[in-house]
């Protein structure tokens, strides 16, 4: 049975992020304050304190860097660098626990997802402990989730656009679909406010997976 209490929260969450979306400006310099709304609005309100959110690139051992990333969820403990003067943050590979892409409308800038989402996968991930509490699956990737404050209109054609995308997750806000793929092996469909709990559902999983491998960050130098 579904928690109407729960609901009710959703509700007006997503209610509220809509609003958020429809009073800004339809220009791409709105980009960065919706990041900032659904940071304020949502992620930040709701996930444990220890976990950190902010912007920046990405980098491995390998010497590969991804590129500007909208959103990046820190597992604790772990460094990033500040830009100096700046917000954009550095973060290592092994830090992530999800990148997330926001865009104003995903049917129309998904290439933009897909070419992140190419350059987030093809981080190399170095661990140097042999203890994993979890899911080894989040040992190997970081999860890239698209989130999109408007996109496709059925949940078939969204669910359609993970097949092959390196995109493992998938949320519109309006009207309120979420799927993932199997990395994140959900049981059920998300819909309308609901979405929103699929989608912090699965960011959960993510940032709970890994809590004692150490990372070969020695490999950097």
Sequence with gaps: MQNSHLHSRLSSI??????HHEG???????KGREREDFINSYLEKIMPPVFRFGSGEAIDANN?????????????LFPSLPQPGGKPRLYVAESIAAVIEVKSDLSNQWEEVLSTAKAVKDLYRGWGGNILI????????IPVFAVGYKGWAKEETVRSKLIGSGV?????????????NELFSLKKSFQGPWALWGFFTCLYLASDSIKVLQADLENYA
Excluded: C, H, W
């Excluded at 979890?134 to 990737?141: C, H, I, Q, Y």
């Excluded at 493992?168 to 993932?180: K, N, R, Y």
């Design 14 to 19: 997503q209610k509220q992020l809509i609003a």
């Design 24 to 30: 800004g400006s339809p220009s791409s310099t709105s």
């Design 64 to 76: 590969k860097v991804t590129g500007q990333l909208d959103l990046v969820v820190e597992y604790p």
């Design 134 to 141: 979890g899911d080894e699956r989040f040992a190997k990737t």
């Design 168 to 180: 493992d997750a998938i949320l519109v806000i309006d009207p309120g679909f979420f799927v993932a």
